[in-house]
């Protein structure tokens, strides 16, 4: 009897295990892109507030679906903030490709805060205005120039895209940010 009812078992384990696999192929290729990423949306998602319209200082964090498939499994995220009155948006973010040119994988420069990551549309993680965004600010960019791996980038385990901001956010607690859960590699300097 013990026998019948193991080799039941693995039947009805095989029955599922087909229409599993084929989903997630189908899931995968769906997924695939024929999208060239030099063409992908690469413009504002008009989530942060116009520096001509709102003098306070903004603090911003965003995560954004990688590329393609990838999407599905992990995001980038980044660093956006704005100086009282000031009328452009620093951006803070961490891109493994500039490593291959022989350039540091941490970029800080003047950019859309909500750019969409190749055509994927950012989400806001973190929004912090006012009085506390001017005293965080000055924190944000000095721990930013000492970030430990701003010449490396490995994608899994890190560091990544996300060990940086969730790093920025272990030396400024004071932020309250929380990495999303398809933050791999935010977990890289604990």
Not at 80 to 93: E, I, P
Not at 96 to 107: E, K, N, S, V
């Given at each position: 009897?013990?026998?019948a009812k193991t080799k039941h078992d693995q039947t009805s384990l095989k029955l599922m295990v087909k229409p599993l696999a084929t989903l997630?192929?189908?899931?995968?290729l769906a997924g695939c892109s024929t999208?060239?990423?030099r063409t992908a949306k690469r413009d504002s998602a008009e989530i942060a507030p116009l520096p001509s319209e709102h003098p306070?200082?903004?603090?911003?964090?965003y995560g954004a679906d990688l590329f393609g498939v990838r999407?599905?499994?992990?995001?980038?995220?980044?660093?956006?903030?704005?100086?009282?009155?000031?009328?452009h948006y620093t951006v803070y973010d961490v891109v493994g490709w500039r490593t291959g040119r022989g350039l540091p994988a941490l970029q800080i420069k003047q950019d859309i805060p909500d750019r969409y990551w190749y055509n994927s549309k950012p989400e806001l993680i973190l929004d912090i205005r006012g009085a506390e965004a001017e005293h965080l600010i000055p924190k944000i960019d000095e721990a930013a120039k000492r970030y430990p791996?701003?010449?490396?980038?490995t994608l899994f385990p890190g560091?990544?895209?996300?060990?940086?901001?969730?790093?920025?956010?272990?030396?400024?607690?004071e932020l309250g940010l929380k990495m999303p859960f398809k933050a791999f590699?935010?977990?890289y300097a604990d």
């Amino acid at each position: 009897m013990g026998s019948a009812k193991t080799k039941h078992d693995q039947t009805s384990l095989k029955l599922m295990v087909k229409p599993l696999a084929t989903l997630l192929i189908a899931a995968f290729l769906a997924g695939c892109s024929t999208q060239d990423w030099r063409t992908a949306k690469r413009d504002s998602a008009e989530i942060a507030p116009l520096p001509s319209e709102h003098p306070e200082a903004v603090i911003q964090v965003y995560g954004a679906d990688l590329f393609g498939v990838r999407g599905y499994f992990a995001v980038h995220t980044w660093i956006s903030t704005k100086q009282k009155n000031a009328q452009h948006y620093t951006v803070y973010d961490v891109v493994g490709w500039r490593t291959g040119r022989g350039l540091p994988a941490l970029q800080i420069k003047q950019d859309i805060p909500d750019r969409y990551w190749y055509n994927s549309k950012p989400e806001l993680i973190l929004d912090i205005r006012g009085a506390e965004a001017e005293h965080l600010i000055p924190k944000i960019d000095e721990a930013a120039k000492r970030y430990p791996w701003a010449n490396e980038y490995t994608l899994f385990p890190g560091p990544n895209s996300n060990t940086f901001p969730a790093w920025i956010g272990q030396q400024v607690p004071e932020l309250g940010l929380k990495m999303p859960f398809k933050a791999f590699g935010s977990g890289y300097a604990d």
